[in-house]
């Protein structure tokens, strides 16, 4: 059977996995993200059937429904259920549809049934009628606005399940089935007072307001989500908020009423990001996100948007009104400051913008700088105008008018925080650490400067600062530095500033003109996040970033008191405390521990742990709680003092993240779940101090557990989902605990700590889906969030089942579910209710049995995460839900549930209370008994001592518990093998030794005999392991080396094509033989065919231009034409003589190559397209030139090619000739080098490679075979006999050559061994001829080698010649390529002046079009700005009228009264004008004076205000006691009414007045900026005037190249003349004045080189008169020295010996003698003296050989000392035999009397020192 529902929607699902294309589901973040319903229908034509009515919302839903009808199937391919094969996804949906359409729409309380008993069950969502199809329509977080604990919400929804019966008005009663009791929370950001005793701020989706004195709470809930932007005015007393969904909404609500004002709908999408109330008056300011960036006034009490205006891309962080003037904003940016103006006239609402020009980051204020229009402009002649860089840039519009040059950007400080004063004026702080003054009347920023104190004050300031420090310092903290601070926060008051930083040091400034005086008020050492101050300005809060509120009354000037203390961190998880209906507990991710009264949510005390938190639980059979923490400990906490919780143990069970903590219900054991599979139990009592009891490990993840008690039995079930291994399925495993685990223990678990699989009887099912939450009820059936859609599945599990068929659970039910995002499920205590939460935030309840929605709320959002945790209060009355990442903890009360229900929640409460009792004193007794728990480590070390075999002692805290578990498994079996571990130790040591000998042996053998070192091995399995090992690493080295190599080859293949393949002519060079001197030739590419069709066409247009000139020539007039002809000719024969054409050509380019006469004439290029051909046809120049000098250098290439082949040859005959001569001497051998063959480059020789080659077993075999085949080749070779004869017989030659004269010998006779005595005759002759032979034969060798000689030197000569020829064409060709060079310089330059003309022109076209964009807009602006004044001037004149008509009212006022009163005595007419005329003060001005609010005194009031303060005024005044005496009581009262009626009229003149020059002044502003726009639209026709003279100027002024002769123009400066009034004359003139000049010249020449001679004749004759005067002195001189020479006793025995040399030899040799003689001595010296300095070390290092063994004896008998003081210590008695004494006297007289040896022998050894260093010097002078 199927029910379908009535209109309800919900959020759409993710997909199922596995889902086919075209039933994909859409994202769930909001439901206005849908396509519209056309385009939904065109992309998924599962929505073809639906109806065009439908909206998107139920679109979705019947497309999500289609989605997971086409992918919920079993494991194995089956469907879930069993009936008719299924359609595909679209007829499907067309099915359902019409099926449902088939049923009438019935009302709440009426069912629909299928048709078909067997169709498959699936949520269908139809559209509803009326108001509660509305409601569901919204979604979940449709809610009405209310206040938290009030009933909230409209019209209910009706909402059933898959198979179960409906239930009349189900919607409506979930919707007002629960109710929030309290929120608790805190948020360190957007803290406002609403009142002088309340302060608001944003948690999650609720405003809480907060009673600083009474510290209770309250809330009001954003029913759309999370709350965005925040805001209150405690004047008004309202609170304003966004919602952050799309297109959102900001909500004004009243204080203390907390009721929905109204609503303000803007533009914005996404959303706001920023809210500001003004001082006075019904205005808020409004800032949204991204993609608008809208600033937004509104009128909040009429609901009207007054203004807006747009800033694309600034992200705002702060925005506030001027107290003193609404219409002034400060709008503040990460990096900028702007001021924005509310101009009005009548109704109409302006924003101005005013940029405010920050400081740079060293404090600097810089002016600005107006790039698009620059203040002045330095134009050159040569380079043409100065324009903007914009234009330069090439921009035009708006970017033009914004651009800036990197080089000129500048950074500027980055704002914090921010303040208005009551002189309009702003304060802010900086990161920078600087404090500014920004005047918003001016728009000018100065840098406040901290005024120095006098002496004295700077010396206490000093002390102050350093005790300061050291205070923090030994807190802990960092030193702060108050001169430097940044401020966060400020607040500004009538005495002055007071700010705040990260420091945690609230500072006042006493601020005067530009400096300030700092004054230290509190110290929080917490970072401080903003300052506020009460309505009053009685109190200041202070609020911190770990979520700290401290109070501090300026006025007392005292400590800050602590207001609040909560924390910042997001809730992790909560619970309740023991009995579940007083206290609950909660814990952040922080690590701090909360309590909390359950009644109205009271913050009663906290406990910081100081480690990141993951899980907690409270215990039901105490008051304990668990913590668990990140690093793998558990916290057991006493709560059993709300007020003072305290931590009594911990548990560091392994190094895995403790995810969550689970207890039973009767409070005996503690389910541990940690990461990678791993549950462990603890006893959860007190008293046995939460032993660990054991632990298990599971195949997979876990991803939840739940834990089912059975009280009855006293038996305990776990149920945990694990991760299918299989996809698209999860497992669930079963394992029972008993109470026989805690008290035989041993039984159960093994050595390490793990249970027995057996004795826990653990279960496994599969199921088919995959879940991500999972529990357990008493009738095993087991509810599962699915993950892969929005459903909850029922499954019944029994023993039965788990071991037949099929292996794979189905669910017998599959509940719909209207959240998105993976689900928790969690059950309450007596098992009847269900809560279900999602990520959307919204908490469902279901019952049980009939799966019935019982209630649903919306307690978080979407975007904070949705919820983390669920739990139930043991009596069921409660449930406290706390969000992922919104900081706030939401408590739910039942506000109408069934009484039968609430009476099973009580009964079994109650009775799990009789139960409890039982234990839970006698555990809180024990809990309260055990002492709090630190983490001092000496503490903890005498706590629990665990003893090892060596007896060293280590702290167990230290320690996991498995750790320790394992430590002991080990030191057991340690002790148990100790004397087998000894056996097997001693025979590993006798096998080492036995392998070392046959290692050694193994070395001694011969190489064929030795064994390889692996073959030693005995664990022969380690040794493939580690071959293995080496192998994978080679391989790994291998293949990174190669896939490094193909990167080379890569990148060599880029470098390759791009210089050397894509060139036509590769670079190479050629050199000299015997001059350093290189030429190389250009490198080409070759030229495209875009680029040769380019050029075909400009020289086609150029032969058409030149004929064209041709044929207008000829149309001339003859007799002009033949003058012109003529004129031509002859200047064109001058230009022919004097070489002229190429000074006008402007280069050399026709000498080498290039062909000029196709260039335009330089004086005709004015057009751009006559630059751009120009520019291409000097470009082919240049390569002419190029191809012209490669063609030649290519020759020369092939000559030196030549050359060397010639010296190759010639070379061979020289090395003949030298062989023949036997002369070892090298011959130069001339070869190419690398630049001169650039290809070796690519080509990679083996002689290169430095590393040995890397050649594979199959490499090295084939060069094996190669070798010995080439060793036979060999052997062949030399085994012929014929050669063999030939070369022993006759030297392997036939005919004996003349080249062969040299091998040629005589041999000599047999006799010649014999003496020439027993010669012959005969013999005799013999040997004669003999002689002559070998005379004969030397004589024809020494002419044979003369000639080879002479060979040798022409071949050296011919060499040298010929290289030496060639080495001057090189130079020549040098010669050629440096000319070469120079033309192509030429040309290239005529290309750069081009292009310099082109890129002016283009820049001088790019300011003209943004000129003429900016004279666009300027113009449009202007329009706009006529059509202000315009409507400002209406509104002006509009109410000028009745401004006029008030002001001669109130004239008419004062002559009626002189009129009505004129009857009367003169002297009391008098006092009555003077009465009339007097005004009283008003009672108000003494109230100003009393309040400390700076921004009260001076802020305007309204007509009414003051109107009733005066009207109060004049009540006193109309008494009768101020009645003149003689007056009438008529006549008086006639007086007081005039008067009031005249003050009534003054009062509306005058307030009438205030808005008449409020739109005064803005039609001023208005004009002013007309005028100011005028002046920048004439100035912008000013310079477009002057670009277009610009641009004329650069047509005609043609910048030309000459080329001019060195020295023939010679300037004084690099400044070039100025030729503007130069004239143009004939060339005979010039050279026929220069003839004259010539001639003069050298008539002027010939005079001075006559006067010249004369003079020279002169000068030598006096020259010579002075040297002989000179000469005539110095003789004088040298006689005078011959007479009074004294003669020594060297130079009379230098007169006096005949032999003066030889006497001086002989003086010499003997003192050489003697001083060889001293040497010895003094060698025999040295040599003594380092005989005795080696004995003397040697004592010395015997010394301190003894010493160390001294000191190693001392260290040891320390040790003994120490070892016995402890065991003194330790034994505590004082019985020691007098023996010991005597010992160790003796001991300590020895090792006395041995100090005083060590100290002696040191003496002596500093003396022998002292001795050795005193012979140093002695050694080195004899020296």
Request: net charge negative; glycine share 4%.
């Amino acid at each position: 059977m199927c029910d379908c529902p009535g209109p309800a929607t919900a959020p759409p699902a993710p997909p199922c996995p596995g889902a086919v294309p075209g039933s994909a589901s859409l994202p769930p973040t909001s439901l206005s993200l849908l396509p519209t319903r056309e385009p939904a229908r065109r992309s998924f034509p599962e929505l073809a059937a639906c109806p065009p009515s439908w909206d998107s919302v139920q679109l979705l839903s019947m497309l999500s429904l289609a989605a997971f009808t086409n992918n919920c199937t079993s494991s194995s391919g089956i469907p879930v259920e069993t009936g008719r094969p299924r359609p595909n996804s679209t007829s499907r949906a067309r099915w359902i549809y019409k099926q449902c359409l088939q049923q009438p729409l019935r009302g709440a309380g009426q069912s629909a049934a299928c048709s078909e008993p067997g169709q498959w069950r699936s949520p269908l969502l139809l559209p509803g009628r009326g108001a509660a199809a509305a409601a569901m329509a919204a979604g979940p977080g449709a809610e009405g606005a209310g206040t938290a604990g009030s009933r909230v919400g409209g019209p209910g929804t009706a909402g059933s399940r898959v198979g179960g019966p409906g239930t009349e008005g189900l919607a409506r009663a979930a919707e007002a089935a629960l109710e929030v009791s309290w929120v608790q929370g805190f948020s360190n950001k957007n803290l406002a007072f609403v009142d002088n005793q309340t302060v608001c701020y944003p948690c999650g989706n609720y405003i809480l307001f907060l009673d600083i004195k009474t510290k209770k709470t309250r809330a009001v809930q954003c029913q759309a989500g999370q709350v965005g932007a925040f805001a209150a005015n405690a004047n008004s007393q309202v609170v304003a908020f966004s919602d952050r969904k799309l297109n959102p909404l900001i909500h004004i609500y009243t204080f203390p009423e907390l009721s929905k004002l109204t609503e303000l709908k803007g533009d914005a999408q996404l959303d706001y990001t920023l809210l500001a109330f003004s001082f006075r008056g019904p205005y808020l300011a409004s800032y949204s996100s991204i993609p608008e960036f809208v600033l937004s006034v509104w009128n909040w009490q009429e609901n009207i948007l007054l203004c807006s205006e747009s800033q694309p891309g600034l992200t705002g962080t702060s925005l506030s009104f001027n107290p003193m003037n609404w219409q002034q904003l400060c709008f503040v940016a990460e990096s900028s400051v702007t001021i924005w103006r509310v101009e009005s006239s009548k109704d109409e609402h302006h924003l101005t913008r005013y940029p405010v020009e920050l400081p740079d980051h060293c404090g600097a204020v810089s002016p600005h700088e107006d790039l698009f229009f620059p203040p002045s402009r330095n134009d050159d002649p040569y380079y043409g105008p100065d324009l903007p860089v914009s234009a330069i840039a090439g921009l035009k519009g708006d970017e033009a008018e914004t651009f800036v040059p990197r080089n000129c950007i500048k950074t500027s400080v980055h704002p914090t925080a921010h303040c208005w004063t009551a002189t309009s004026e702003i304060y802010m702080g900086c990161k920078e650490g600087y404090v500014l003054a920004i005047d918003a009347e001016q728009y000018s920023v100065s840098v406040l400067q901290e005024k120095a104190p006098p002496e004295f004050m700077q010396k206490v300031t000093d002390v102050v600062s350093y005790v300061r420090r050291e205070v923090q310092k030994k807190k802990g903290g960092k030193p702060s530095d108050l001169q430097n601070t940044v401020l966060l926060a400020m607040a500004f008051c009538n005495e002055g500033l007071y700010a705040a930083g990260r420091e945690g040091i609230l500072i006042f400034y006493h601020i005067k003109d530009l400096q300030y005086e700092i004054k230290i008020c509190a110290d929080i050492s917490q970072p401080i996040s903003s300052l506020i101050f009460s309505p009053d300005y009685t109190s200041l809060l202070l609020v911190t970033d770990q979520g700290a509120v401290y109070s501090y009354r300026p006025a007392h000037s005292g400590e800050a008191v602590k207001l609040l203390d909560t924390s910042s961190s997001c809730f992790l998880a909560a619970d309740f405390l023991t009995p579940g209906n007083n206290y609950c507990v909660s814990v952040t991710v922080s690590g701090e521990v909360q309590v909390w009264s359950l009644e109205d949510g009271t913050f009663l005390s906290k406990l910081n742990l100081g480690i990141e938190a993951t899980s907690m639980a409270c215990c039901p059979s105490s008051n304990s709680v668990a913590v668990g923490t990140q690093v793998g400990q558990i916290c057991f906490l006493d709560v059993t003092k709300a007020e003072a919780p305290r931590v009594v143990h911990r548990t560091f069970l392994s190094k895995l993240p403790v995810l969550s903590l689970h207890y039973d219900q009767s409070g005996q054991f503690l389910i541990a779940r940690a990461t990678e599979g791993h549950i462990f139990i603890l006893d959860a009592r007190p008293s046995k101090l939460f032993q660990v009891l054991g632990y298990i490990v599971l195949a997979d993840e876990v991803l939840h557990l739940s834990v089912l008690s059975d009280l009855k039995n006293d038996l305990v079930e776990v149920m945990v989902l694990l991760n299918g291994a299989k996809v698209q399925q999860a497992r669930l495993e079963i394992f029972h605990l008993s109470s026989a685990i805690i008290t035989d223990n041993d039984k159960y678990v093994n050595e390490q700590g793990i249970f027995n699989a057996s004795d826990l009887k653990k279960e496994q099912y599969d199921l088919d889906y995959t879940l991500s939450s999972a529990v357990r009820l008493k009738d095993n059936t087991v509810y599962g969030y699915c993950t892969c859609a929005p459903f909850i599945c029922k499954y019944h599990i029994s023993e039965e089942s788990k071991f037949g068929y099929p292996s794979v659970f189905s669910p017998e039910e599959e509940i719909p579910s209207k959240q998105f995002g993976s689900g928790l499920l969690c059950l309450s205590p007596n098992g009847q209710w269900l809560a279900a939460a999602a990520k959307d935030g919204v908490l469902f309840i279901y019952n049980t049995s009939t799966l019935d929605i019982l209630a649903q709320k919306h307690c978080q959002s979407y975007q904070g995460g949705g919820i983390r945790s669920v739990v139930f209060s043991l009596d069921g009355n409660f449930i406290l839900v706390n969000g992922e990442n919104d900081c706030a903890l939401v408590c739910l009360k039942w506000k109408e549930i069934k009484e039968t229900e609430v009476e099973e929640a009580a009964l079994y409460w109650q009775s799990l209370l009789d139960i409890l009792n039982k234990s839970t004193s006698d555990e809180n007794s024990v809990l309260k008994s055990m002492a709090e728990w630190k983490s001092d480590p000496e503490s903890t070390s005498k706590s629990l001592p665990v003893t090892e075999e060596d007896g060293n002692v280590t702290n167990t805290d230290d320690m996991t518990w498995i750790g320790q578990k394992t430590q002991k498994v080990m030191r057991e079996e340690t002790q148990r093998f100790a004397s087998q571990k000894e056996e097997v130790q001693m025979g590993i040591e006798k096998l080492q030794e036995t392998i070392q000998k046959m290692m050694d042996e193994n070395e001694q053998v011969p190489d064929i005999e030795k064994l390889e070192h692996w073959e030693f091995s005995l664990d022969l399995e380690e040794l493939k392991q580690v071959q293995a090992e080496v192998e994978e690493d080679v391989a790994r080295v291998r293949k990174e080396i190669e896939l490094q190599t193909l990167s080379y080859c890569y990148l060599q293949d880029l470098i390759k094509y791009d210089y050397w393949d894509a060139l036509c002519v590769k670079e190479r060079a050629v050199k000299c033989f015997h001059i350093d001197c290189q030429v190389s030739n250009y490198p080409l590419k070759e030229r495209s065919k875009e680029e040769l069709e380019t050029l075909k066409k400009v020289l086609q247009l150029k032969k058409t231009e030149t004929a064209d000139l041709k044929a207008q020539k000829q149309n001339l007039e003859v007799d002009s034409e033949t003058a012109l002809s003529e004129e031509e000719g002859e200047s064109s024969a001058e230009v022919a003589d004097g070489g002229a054409s190429h000074c006008l050509n402007g280069s050399l380019s026709s000498q080498y190559g290039g062909d000029t006469s196709i260039l335009y004439h330089q004086c005709d290029l004015h057009t751009r397209e006559q630059k751009l051909n120009q520019t291409i046809l000097l470009k082919d120049i240049i390569y002419k030139v190029k191809t012209a000098f490669n063609e030649e250098f290519d020759i020369v290439v092939q000559q030196k090619e030549q050359e060397i082949a010639r010296v190759k040859e010639r070379n061979l005959k020289i090395q003949e000739i030298l062989e023949q001569l036997e002369l070892p001497l090298e011959v130069w051998e001339p070869v190419l080098t690398d630049d001169e063959m650039p290809e070796r480059a690519l080509t990679v020789q083996d002689s290169e490679i430095k590393a040995e080659k890397y050649m594979t077993r199959e490499e090295i075999e084939q060069a094996e075979m190669l070798a010995r085949l080439e060793m036979e080749r060999r052997l062949a070779a030399t085994d012929d006999e014929r050669p063999r004869a030939l070369d022993d017989m006759m030297g392997g030659v036939l005919e004996i050559r003349r080249e062969d004269i040299l091998k040629m010998d005589i041999p000599p006779p047999s006799f010649l061994s014999r003496s020439e005595d027993l010669w012959t005759e005969e013999e005799k002759k013999i040997f004669e001829e003999y002689e002559k032979k070998v005379k004969h034969l030397n004589e024809e060798k020494e002419e044979y080698r003369q000639f080879l000689r002479n060979e040798w030197k022409k071949l050296e000569a011919s060499i040298k010649e010929t290289t030496q020829n060639f080495d001057a064409i090189v130079c020549k060709l040098s010669e050629k390529k440096l000319k070469s060079e120079m033309a192509i310089y030429q040309e290239e330059l005529k290309i750069v002046n081009l292009i310099y003309t082109l890129l002016l022109d283009e820049e001088l076209d790019t300011r003209e079009a943004g000129l003429h964009k900016f004279l666009v807009k300027k113009k449009k602006d202007k329009v706009k700005g006529a059509r202000k004044i315009l409507t400002a001037k209406h509104g002006v004149e509009a109410y000028r009228g009745p401004y006029r008509d008030a002001l001669h009212e109130e004239k008419n006022l004062e002559h009626g009264f002189i009129k009505q009163f004129a009857h009367l005595p003169h002297g009391l007419f008098e006092e009555l004008l003077h009465l009339y005329r007097h005004r009283p003060e008003t009672p108000r001005t003494e109230t100003l004076l009393d309040t400390a609010n700076p921004y009260v005194k001076r802020s305007a009031e309204d007509y009414q205000d003051a109107l009733s303060h005066l009207m109060k005024a004049l009540d006193e005044l109309d008494s009768p006691e101020h009645m003149p005496s003689g007056l009438d009581q008529s006549v008086w009262e006639h007086f007081c009414l005039a008067r009031r009626n005249k003050m009534e009229s003054e009062e509306l003149v005058k307030w009438k007045a205030l808005p008449l020059a409020d739109m005064q002044a803005c039609l001023q502003r208005r004009m002013d900026e007309n005028d100011k726009m005028k002046s920048e639209l004439e100035n912008t026709f000013q310079e477009l005037t002057w670009l277009k003279e610009e641009k004329m100027k650069l047509q005609q002024n043609v910048t030309v190249q000459f080329l001019l002769k060195q020295g023939q123009v010679e300037l004084e400066s690099t400044q070039i003349p100025e030729y503007s009034d130069a004239v143009l004359i004939d060339r005979s003139v010039v050279e026929e004045l220069n003839c004259a000049l010539a001639a003069q010249g050298e008539k002027k020449i010939t005079a001075m080189v006559e006067f010249k001679d004369f003079s020279k004749g002169i000068i030598q004759l006096e020259w010579e008169h002075k040297k002989m005067k000179m000469q005539i002195q110095d003789l004088k001189e040298k006689a005078r020295d011959i007479v009074i020479l004294p003669i020594s006793k060297d130079c009379q025995l230098f007169l006096t010996v005949h032999n003066y040399d030889t006497h001086i030899t002989q003086h010499l040799a003997g003192m050489e003698q003697s001083l060889g003689v001293m040497d010895k001595l003094h060698k025999k010296n040295v040599k003594n003296r380092q005989k005795k300095v080696r004995e003397l070390k040697n004592c010395i290092r015997l010394k301190e050989e003894a010493n160390y063994k001294l000191s190693l004896q001392l260290k040891e008998m320390l040790v003994s000392v120490s070892e016995r003081m402890h065991i003194f210590k330790a034994a505590d008695t004082r019985d020691i035999s007098e023996k010991n004494t005597r010992q160790r006297y003796q001991e300590i007289v020895k090792q006395k009397y041995l100090r005083i040896l060590i100290r002696e022998q040191e003496k002596q050894r500093a003396i022998l020192q002292a001795e050795a260093e005193s012979w140093k010097p002695r050694t080195v002078h004899k020296i």
